[in-house]
């Protein structure tokens, strides 16, 4: 079984620039998770979708960063403009509705803003 | 605010020893935590769940104790591939899950 998919998995960018990252969930899971992952912070919350809807974007750290899920298969986070302390790793996660609650991660994007 | 704690190690310990560690949490409505494992460079992969008392798999066993709100990892006969940093979390959310940034384990030869 494919498990969660995101793409790139590494993206080098300059501040200023748009940086667009990529996830596909497991297919039948109606759950879908952003996480940001830095040393000093541990694994952030940063929003999540349930049936594609937008569930809570509190992580979400400001303005510049946007996410859209179109359909139960694709999801997207965007930052405009990218800063240096935007860099990261960012994981993509998706669970099933009524379960359990597990999570199954992505290999995630590891972001560097220069 | 609910937060989990970690304790972030890391522990180092030989081939063959037993490790444990504890996590905290501080929302006493959780009802369900998790053990995951990172690997330097991966994504954190599930390796336990825990929903009432515990939970045993093989070489590893998790317990949780509701009264002090902690929950733990007992890692039996430590292997070399053991060596990540195991992060634990609750579903102190609604659908969501709270994660502690992880403890660190190093197994030697």
């Known amino acids: 079984d494919a498990g969660v998919i995101q793409s790139p998995r590494h993206e080098v960018t300059e501040m200023g620039q748009e940086v667009t990252l990529r996830c596909k969930p497991i297919?039948?899971?109606?759950?879908l998770f952003w996480y940001r992952q830095t040393m000093m912070r541990g694994l952030e919350l940063l929003i999540y979708f349930n049936n594609n809807v937008p569930i809570d974007d509190s992580g979400m750290p400001e303005d510049r960063f946007s996410a859209k899920m179109p359909n139960a298969s694709f999801s997207t986070l965007k930052i405009q403009p990218s800063e240096p302390r935007d860099s990261a790793v960012y994981f993509c996660?998706?669970?099933?509705?009524?379960?359990?609650?597990?999570?199954?991660f992505g290999p995630g994007t590891r972001l560097t803003v220069t | 605010r609910k937060e989990v704690e970690q304790d972030p190690g890391p522990f180092n310990v030989p081939e063959g020893a037993t490790v444990a560690f504890n996590c905290t949490y501080s929302n006493s409505a959780s009802q369900s935590f998790f053990w995951y494992r990172q690997d330097c460079r991966k994504e954190p992969k599930l390796l336990m769940s825990?929903?009432?008392s515990g939970n045993e798999d093989g070489r590893f066993t998790a317990q949780l104790n509701r009264a002090s709100q902690y929950i733990s990892l007992l890692i039996r006969d430590s292997k070399l591939s053991d060596s990540a940093t195991y992060l634990c979390?609750?579903?102190?959310?609604?659908?969501?899950?709270?994660f502690g940034k992880g403890t660190m384990l190093l197994v030697s030869p």
């Open positions: 825990v929903y009432s």
């Open positions: 297919s039948g899971h109606d759950y």
């Open positions: 979390a609750d579903s102190s959310g609604y659908s969501t899950l709270t």
């Open positions: 996660a998706s669970s099933l509705v009524g379960g359990p609650y597990e999570q199954y």
